[in-house]
């Protein structure tokens, strides 16, 4: 719980270095998580939690307003525009709000919740012990708000004089750094359509299909799928590709290759999607979009990519002066949106857009089209191509639940509203009560929503028996990996750290996210064992599952019965889907994490309820709700 406030006296102290104490005052930790025994610290992660809605919908309002943000009587919005309709506003970090890749979401959200807290503290005196220098100018520029003065007790000297500061030299600098490092990957594109460009070969048997189905997702299948399977299977679709077969439904697959730690290479990709193309018989048809490059589309994609960078170039320094709410934010999102336009993200869209131009002005108008909905950039290049080549409704199918902090999946209340806001899907399709809340709660439109079974979950809503008890004296702990290798390290470092506290004997075997690739000679590795195993596997020979939080496996780990804990993340948004569950364990420290594994040795069974499916997902093998979309029973 958020402690109270002491006096109008306050240091922000943003390092992992121990704080004054002694401080005449209130200590905000923003690295930290605080000890209980003291009186006049606390944790900004707490303050986000005591004021969450406040502040997401703050947030969210922040970023619809940047967009709409006049520089020179143009919006934000229109100036990343190079196509009719479509801006590139959208394919930004700063929109979509992928929060892993960078800390800049989660200060922007505590400034936020600070502002909440001491609203009605009065005469404030601010001082800050950071290095962050973007951090440093945003509290600077909140308490300039505020009408308070800020002490600065470490700092990174930033010129804020009128003229090329050094905050935009260096944004100058980070600029061309992307730019380069883009068009190495452009080469690499380059270089690869020399070698599989086939898009005609594949758009001959998807022409065949007029009024058909087209399901845009990943293809991330390992060396053993491709050599053994006849039939396509997809973690992400679940049992939608074998349901479709089953009901003689003619579809057209395109697949986005995506490298993991034991996926296929390209080529391989490449590949495996024509052997199921010559083994399908025109029932399936299976397209992977890296290949159908053509130099053509390299050739206009990196004409839209410059010149998206020229305009980005001639306009530093000049949105933070227009933004008129919470401007000093603005020093926090602004590498993310020059970073995530000019560099590798950026010129990937702008070939996914003339890709997906090139295809779907080809193909004979689609009835349906499902994509797996992340909101990421990709899928909005996707759903302005679709319409702008005259196809039917195209609905956005996210793969798991919703995570309260995700912020992809929310957007302000004021954008569903728009009649100019063409980039929204038709429909969502949404597996369950959990997800349809989250989506209601924060203002989304009623009757574009349709509940369907959660096909990537459809084996495990039933029940199982009790799993065989193990040796007392010994603890089986799964380890399941974050995203990012940094989370991942973390992990591992306070279980090292949480076994010093502790006599505990422990089998600790560690599964990897398919994204991150882990050094194997880690210090931390040495007495864990590291599996490939499927998780659903996994799950059968272990009852207590370790999980990060920011990664939705703990709820794939909670539905199968497992003793969930979930390690949090000071410097993080609590993004697990499971937050706010009294049946999982949330931990801050090394120390907390071994009294809750010297809780779980003396009860190490788990069992699998089936309520606990239920309050999730839609469960139905005979997947009627999906029957009725693909059948055509939908209204508008």
């Not at 003291?38 to 997401?56: A, G, L």
């Not at 003619?250 to 080529?267: Q, V």
């Not at 999607?273 to 979009?289: A, F, S, V, W």
Request: charged content about 20%.
């Amino acid at each position: 719980m958020t402690k109270g406030i002491r006096s109008n006296s306050f240091l922000i102290w943003d390092s992992n270095e121990s704080c004054p104490i002694t401080f005449d005052g209130t200590v905000i930790l923003w690295r930290q998580f605080e000890e209980k025994s003291s009186t006049n610290v606390v944790s900004i992660h707490d303050i986000i939690e005591r004021f969450d809605d406040q502040v997401k919908g703050a947030y969210l309002a922040f970023t619809h307003e940047l967009a709409n943000t006049k520089i020179k009587g143009k919006r934000l919005l229109d100036i990343l525009t190079i196509k009719n309709g479509f801006s590139f506003w959208y394919t930004s970090d700063v929109y979509t709000m992928t929060s892993f890749k960078g800390g800049y979401q989660f200060d922007a959200v505590g400034i936020l919740a600070l502002d909440y807290w001491i609203s009605s503290t009065t005469d404030l005196k601010i001082s800050i012990f950071t290095k962050n220098s973007r951090l440093q100018s945003a509290i600077a520029g909140w308490c300039k708000k505020k009408g308070c003065n800020i002490h600065i007790l470490r700092y990174n000297p930033i010129s804020r004089k009128v003229g090329l500061s050094s905050r935009n030299i260096l944004l100058l600098t980070t600029s061309i750094y992307e730019l380069i490092k883009a068009i190495i990957i452009l080469l690499s594109w380059l270089v690869r359509s020399r070698f599989f460009y086939n898009a005609n070969l594949h758009l001959n048997s998807a022409n065949q299909k007029l009024n058909g189905i087209s399901f845009f997702g990943y293809l991330t299948n390992s060396k053993e799928e491709e050599d053994s399977r006849i039939s396509f299977e997809s973690a992400y679709w679940g049992a939608l590709p074998r349901f479709c077969r089953a009901n003689k439904q003619s579809t057209c697959w395109f697949h986005m290759w995506i490298k993991t730690t034991n996926s296929i290479d390209s080529g391989q990709a490449f590949r495996y999607t024509t052997k199921l193309n010559k083994r399908l018989e025109q029932l399936e048809t299976h397209i992977l979009l890296e290949s159908c490059l053509s130099r053509r589309i390299l050739g206009k994609a990196l004409v839209e990519w410059m010149s998206i960078a020229l305009k980005l170039i001639r306009i530093i320094g000049r949105i933070e002066k227009q933004v008129v709410n919470n401007s000093y934010l603005w020093c926090l999102h602004e590498k993310a949106l020059y970073v995530s336009l000019l560099g590798i993200a950026g010129i990937s869209n702008t070939l996914y857009l003339n890709i997906f131009e090139e295809l779907l002005d080809r193909m004979p108008r689609q009835r349906l089209g499902f994509y797996l909905q992340e909101n990421l950039g990709w899928e909005y290049c996707l759903i302005y191509a679709w319409r702008k080549a005259g196809h039917g409704q195209i609905i956005g199918v996210p793969h798991t639940t919703i995570s309260y902090w995700d912020l992809r999946y929310f957007r302000d209340k004021r954008e569903y509203l728009e009649s100019d806001h063409s980039l929204m899907p038709d429909l969502v399709a949404l597996n369950g009560p959990h997800a349809i809340k989250s989506y209601l709660q924060w203002g989304y439109p009623h009757n574009q929503i349709r509940e369907v079974e959660a096909v990537r979950f459809q084996n495990d809503g039933i029940t199982a028996t009790k799993r065989p008890s193990v040796n007392d004296s010994c603890l089986c702990l799964l380890v399941l990996g974050e995203y990012l290798l940094s989370d991942t390290q973390r992990q591992l470092r306070l279980l090292n750290d949480a076994i010093k506290f502790g006599s505990h004997n422990l089998e600790i075997v560690l599964k990897l996210h398919p994204a991150c690739f882990l050094n194997k000679k880690n210090d931390f590795l040495s007495d864990i064992i590291i599996t490939n195993e499927p998780l659903q596997d996994l799950f059968e020979r272990f009852t207590t599952v370790l999980t990060g939080c920011t990664s939705s496996v703990s709820l794939d780990a909670y539905l199968a019965g497992l003793n969930v804990i979930s390690l949090l993340d000071p410097t993080k948004l609590n993004m697990n889907p499971l937050r706010n569950n009294s049946d999982i364990t949330f931990v801050k420290s090394a120390e907390e994490l071994s009294r809750s594994i010297n809780c779980l040795l003396d009860n190490n069974n788990a069992d699998r309820h089936h309520s606990r499916y239920n309050s999730y997902f839609t469960y139905n093998t005979n997947l009627p709700l999906w029957q009725s979309i693909i059948s055509g029973d939908i209204v508008n």
